[in-house]
C-alpha cells in the first residue's frame, strides 16, 4: 500500500503559530560557551564523488530501477531538458497537498556522510508554490537510523531541498531531526547545547549555528526545523535569465558535522547552486550530536507537497536527477 507522504496539513497551519516562538528562541536557543563557526564563502568544490542511482523519468518503470512506495509517478514527453524524452510531472490540483499521482516515491542507497543531488527543473508560468512563507517540500533525504517505511515528518535526520515562491522561488534548504527532541530536561524551547549531546540540533533543545531560521513546537508530538535560505529570488517571476518557466539546473550538496571527543562540531556543509552559481554556502551546521555520531544519509525521496493546498492549479517539472556522495568535475 502507498505511504502518502504527510507532513500532515495540521502542522502546516501551526507554522505560522510557530513564528511565535520565534522571540523565545532567539533567547532559549541561543548558543551557550561553544564558539560559533560563522557562514563561509569558501568556492572550493565538495570532493568528487560515486554515483549511487541516476533517473532521467524516460519511461515509468519505476519499481525496476529501484523506486518503492510510490512506483505510480507520472512522466510526460512534452516537457523535458533538450537530449531528453520525457520527464517527471508534478501537477497539483488547486486546493491539493500532493500533485495526482499521489505521495512520496522513495528510493534506498548506500549509506553516505556525503550526498550531492543534481537535477533540472521547470514550473508553469503560473506556479506560486504555497501561496505562504513554507513550502512546497520538493525532495527529501532521510537517514539510515530512520526505517525504509518510515513517514518523513518525525525522524531522527531528514534533510529537504526545495524553493520558496515569494514572487519568485528563494532557494531553501533545512533538517529536522524531530526524533532526537528532548524533553526530560525542560519544556522545548529549551537551550542544551552545553548542558547534553541526547538533544535535536534543529530548535527545540538549541542550535549552534547563527543566521538559521528555526522553528519548533507541540502538533502533538514535538516538532522543530531549521532552514538556510538565499538571500535572493533565483526562479525569476517573469522571461529572462533564471525564468521559472524555463529549464533550470539545481545542484546541492550535503556534508555531515564531524563528531569529536564524543561532541559534534558545527562543520557540517549545505551547498545550493542554481545553474552553476553557488547561492548557499554554509560549513557551520550541526546536522548530529555525539548521541548518533554514525547516523548517516540513506534513502532519498521525491515528495512534493503543500501543506495548506495549492492555491491554483500549477505544474512542475523535474529531470534529469542524480544522486551521488559528491559534486562531479563537471556537473
Known sequence: MTFKHKLSKRLAMLHEMAVAFLVALAVACAPGDRALSPPQADLAPPPIGMT???????????????????????????????????????????????????????????????????????YSSNWVGSGHPYHPHEFLIMSDQDGDWDGPSSNWLTAYIEDNYQNGGIPRLALQDNKAINTSLGLPPVNLVSVTESRSTAGCNGVVEANVVTTCFNSPPWYNDKEVSASQVWFQPTPGPGYKGDWNHVEVYFQLNSVVGGIGVGDGVMQYWFNGTLVLDRHDILYRTGARPNIQFHQFMIAPYIGDGSPVDQYMWIDDLTVATGRPTTP
Open 52 to 122: 549511487l542511482f541516476q533517473e532521467t523519468f524516460d519511461d515509468s518503470a519505476f519499481a525496476a530501477r529501484g523506486w518503492y512506495d510510490n512506483t505510480s509517478m507520472v512522466t510526460t514527453t512534452t516537457q523535458h531538458i533538450p537530449g531528453s524524452t520525457a520527464a517527471l510531472e508534478a501537477h497539483f490540483l488547486a486546493g491539493a497537498t500532493t500533485p495526482t499521482w499521489g505521495g512520496s516515491a522513495r528510493h534506498l542507497f548506500a549509506a553516505t556522510p556525503t550526498l550531492y543531488v543534481s537535477y533540472w527543473v521547470k
